[in-house]
């Protein structure tokens, strides 16, 4: 009986002492492939669970929402719905070019009681889209990550996203996200808004103590610097710094990778990861095959063929139903430094989604973290599903859509 009693003592502790400070990588993994990790929740079940745990509000920004009748976003919705019937007020923002090709879905939504969506069409403002791909649950609790809000996201394309509960760190994205109700309202005046906007040059950060990863350091992260209040948080600036920072490896893992933007160079990026190179870092970078067009590909292979950086492409196999559009893809968006500190978030890596375009982000500094996305890393890299670039070969282009 002592010793139950000093067990429970011991849990409600560590309980209070840790109380409202969570964080965890949240992952998709393509049926069918070896990619899964078995420590790690897949996304559906975590979507599940903070929507469950909401109590008076839920906010979601999103690039499309893409729902067909029993697939496994359904379960979500449902979810979804349930809480809005308890009360929770609910708001999607969506993007207005996406919400073109789909609308079904958005539309139902915002029919539901306590459930209100809005189309940000930000391409009119910033030239940009809302790419982000993020929720907050009672201003305390925000997941985010590469994970769009789509029946493929769930089972057919690998994916990374991240769950935090600190009320501190998602006050700087809920800041974000009343920014962005705000200019989505139908009859916004954009440009008072945009001049009401008051900017700093300061870097937000934060700490969290977790009961078994010890202190962890965050930086939140956005895009663009148009529709951010905090010009230090900016993605590409942090991005940078982060390279820069590198000592010893930086392993990459993203959709896309282009540093040309619209017949100009974009090469900041590029250029610090040929400097990381040159100073004896070691680059490894996962990119998809949806790489496979000229000039992107010629770019690719270019820094593939800098000492010290190897490139490979990921290609997932096609499900054993058959061809499916715009998935069985490598959609994850993360950067490891030295296995110390990583990157995750919503943004691929070219010149609009950094500049035009609604993007988050979080660094973290822990290096049980970083050693664990550096294992997921690791697990693509030697996989089947991978292979170094080759110089010499011409890649097809690959047919993604309809």
Not at 219 to 233: F, Q, V
Not at 278 to 289: F, P, T
Request: proline share 2%; hydrophobic share 40%; net charge negative.
């Amino acid at each position: 009986m002592k010793q139950i009693i000093v067990i429970m003592l011991t849990i409600v502790i560590a309980t209070s002492l840790f109380a409202g400070d969570f964080i965890e990588l949240v992952e998709s993994i393509p049926i069918e492939t070896t990619l899964d990790n078995d420590d790690i929740r897949n996304t559906s079940e975590v979507w599940i669970g903070m929507i469950n745990s909401a109590k008076k509000t839920l906010d979601f920004g999103e690039f499309y929402i893409s729902h067909k009748k029993g697939d496994v976003l359904e379960p979500v919705l449902a979810a979804i719905y349930d809480a809005a019937d308890r009360g929770v007020k609910v708001r999607f923002i969506v993007d207005g070019n996406m919400y073109k090709t789909y609308p079904e879905t958005a539309d139902e939504l915002n029919k539901h009681v306590n459930i209100d969506v809005r189309v940000y069409r930000l391409n009119e403002i910033t030239g940009g889209v809302l790419h982000a791909k993020y929720f907050i649950a009672d201003n305390k609790k925000i997941f985010m990550g590469s994970q769009n809000f789509d029946w493929r996201a769930l089972e057919h394309i690998h994916e990374l996203g991240i769950g935090i509960e600190n009320k501190k760190l998602v006050s700087f994205y809920k800041e974000l996200f009343e920014l962005d109700w705000s200019l989505s309202a139908e009859d916004a005046d954009t440009n008072t808004l945009l001049s009401n906007i008051v900017f700093s040059d300061d870097i937000k950060k934060y700490e969290m103590k977790i009961a078994d990863l010890g202190k962890v350091s965050l930086i939140p992260t956005a895009s663009n610097p148009r529709i951010i209040y905090h010009k230090g948080n900016w993605d590409e600036t942090q991005l940078v710094r982060l390279i820069d920072s590198a000592e010893e490896n930086i392993r990459i893992q993203l959709l896309s990778y282009s540093p040309l933007s619209k017949k100009h160079l974009y090469e900041t990026l590029d250029l610090a990861l040929r400097k990381a190179a040159a100073r004896g870092v070691k680059v490894e970078m996962i990119l998809s095959d949806w790489n496979f067009y000229s000039p992107r590909i010629d770019y690719i292979k270019s820094l593939h063929a800098i000492p010290n950086i190897d490139i490979k492409f990921s290609t997932i196999p096609e499900a054993s139903e058959g061809y499916i559009a715009y998935a069985r893809v490598e959609h994850c968006k993360f950067m490891v430094i030295d296995d110390k500190e990583f990157w995750l978030g919503t943004s691929n890596w070219s010149k609009s989604y950094f500049y035009n375009g609604r993007n988050l982000g979080v660094i973290v500094e822990n290096i049980k973290l970083a050693k664990k996305i550096s294992q997921i890393f690791a697990k693509s890299w030697n996989s089947d599903y991978c292979h170094l670039v080759d110089l010499e070969k011409v890649y097809q282009r690959k047919e993604t859509g309809e």
